[in-house]
C-alpha cells in the first residue's frame, strides 16, 4: 500500500505574504505623491543667479541700508526720515528698476590761488547723486562748510598738475571725497556721488 505525502507548508504564509506586498505597495504610493508634489512645484528647480542689481533691489527691500560706505545703518532702516541714510531713488524701465540721477549746481564760484604761482582758478561745479532729496538739503545746509573744504583742496594744486592729462578727473574725486567726508562728519551720511565742473578757468 502506497503512503500518502502531506504538505507540511503552513497555509498562513500565504496572508502575510499579502500583508506585507500591501504595507510596501502603500509606501511606495507615499513616496511617489511626496517626491511628484516637490516636483510640481519647483523644489528640484535650480535657484537663478541675480545680477548685481537684482541683488542691491533685493537687499534695499528687504536688508538694512547701507550708508556710503557701505556699512549697514544704525538703526537698519532704509532711509527713513527719523534716521538712516537716504534711499535711493529708482525709475521704472520695461526690463528693471533704474536708479533715477540728480543734479544740483552750486550757485557761487570758487576761486582761489594756486600754491607757489600767481595763477588764479575759478570753477562752477554740480553734483550728483542717485539718493533722495535729503543729500542736497544736506549740502544746502552745510554749503559754508563745503565751500571751505573744496577750496582748500583747490589750493592744493600747483603748476605741474595743470599739465597732467586727467587732473580735471582727479581733481573731481578729491572734491567729492572731500564734500562726503564732511557730510559724513556733520549728517553721518554722504551720498554725493561725482562732481561735475560747469565752468573750468585758470588764468
Known amino acids: 500500500m502506497a503512503e500518502e505525502v502531506v504538505e507540511t507548508e503552513p497555509a498562513a504564509k500565504k496572508p502575510m505574504l ?43 527691500a528687504g536688508a538694512p541700508a547701507a550708508d556710503g560706505h557701505g556699512e549697514p545703518a544704525k538703526d537698519g532702516k ?13 525709475k521704472k524701465s520695461p526690463e528693471l528698476t533704474r536708479f533715477d ?14 600754491t607757489g604761482s600767481r595763477k588764479v582758478m575759478s ?3 554740480a553734483v550728483m547723486t542717485r ?24 589750493r592744493q594744486t600747483v603748476d605741474a598738475d595743470l599739465n597732467k592729462p586727467d587732473f580735471r578727473k582727479e581733481l573731481a ?15 553721518d551720511f554722504g551720498g554725493i556721488e561725482d562732481v561735475y565742473f560747469t565752468s573750468f578757468i585758470v588764468q
Open 101 to 114: 540721477f540728480s543734479y544740483l549746481q552750486l550757485e557761487r564760484e570758487f576761486l582761489t590761488n594756486l
Open 78 to 90: 532704509k532711509g527713513d526720515k527719523k534716521g538712516g541714510p537716504p534711499g535711493k531713488l529708482s
Open 18 to 60: 499579502l500583508i506585507i506586498g500591501g504595507i510596501v505597495a502603500v509606501l511606495l504610493l507615499l513616496v511617489a505623491a511626496v517626491v511628484g508634489t516637490m516636483f510640481f512645484t519647483g523644489a528640484f528647480k535650480p535657484k537663478p543667479e541675480l545680477t548685481a542689481e537684482q541683488l542691491l533691489l533685493q537687499q534695499e
Open 173 to 187: 574725486v578729491r572734491l567729492r571725497d572731500a564734500m562726503n567726508t564732511l557730510l559724513e562728519k556733520y549728517e
Open 131 to 154: 539718493y533722495d532729496e535729503r543729500v542736497f538739503d544736506n549740502v544746502k545746509k552745510h554749503e559754508f562748510a563745503l565751500r571751505s573744504v573744496m577750496m582748500d583742496v583747490m
Open 123 to 125: 570753477i562752477q561745479v
